[in-house]
């Protein structure tokens, strides 16, 4: 399984973004997938989840910024990211789950003025 980012970049507050992750050689319908994020110095965490039936979960620094969604007609997982705030800035991941665990190299994501 090989997970591939992309989308990241450079916003000013109050921009936008839109991650995408391409999922190769996987049952990417049958997976639970995530999107983590670690700032500079900081552990990695997750950012939000959305299940096999589409069945989303957000952390609440991003509730009602950032939308999860999935294409497995394509084998890829979208974060929309509206609203940008600098505390947004970090390495954000892809996680694909299941029949263990995959991760992608990240995307730097940098939301400054």
């Known amino acids: 399984v090989r997970l591939v980012e992309s989308g990241g970049g450079s916003v000013q507050p109050g921009g936008s973004l839109r991650l995408s992750c391409v999922v190769f050689?996987?049952?990417?319908?049958?997976?639970?997938m995530s999107w983590y994020r670690q700032p500079p110095g900081e552990e990695r965490k997750v950012v939000a989840q959305?299940?096999?039936?589409?069945?989303?979960l957000y952390a609440d620094s991003v509730e009602d910024r950032f939308t999860i969604s999935r294409n497995n007609a394509q084998n890829t997982l979208y974060l929309q990211m509206n609203n940008l705030k600098p505390e947004d800035t970090a390495i954000y991941y892809c996680?694909?789950?299941?029949?263990?665990?995959?991760w992608g190299q990240g995307t730097q994501v940098t939301v400054s003025s």
């Open positions: 996680r694909y789950g299941y029949n263990g665990e995959f």
């Open positions: 050689g996987s049952n990417f319908s049958l997976a639970e």
């Open positions: 959305i299940d096999r039936n589409s069945f989303t």
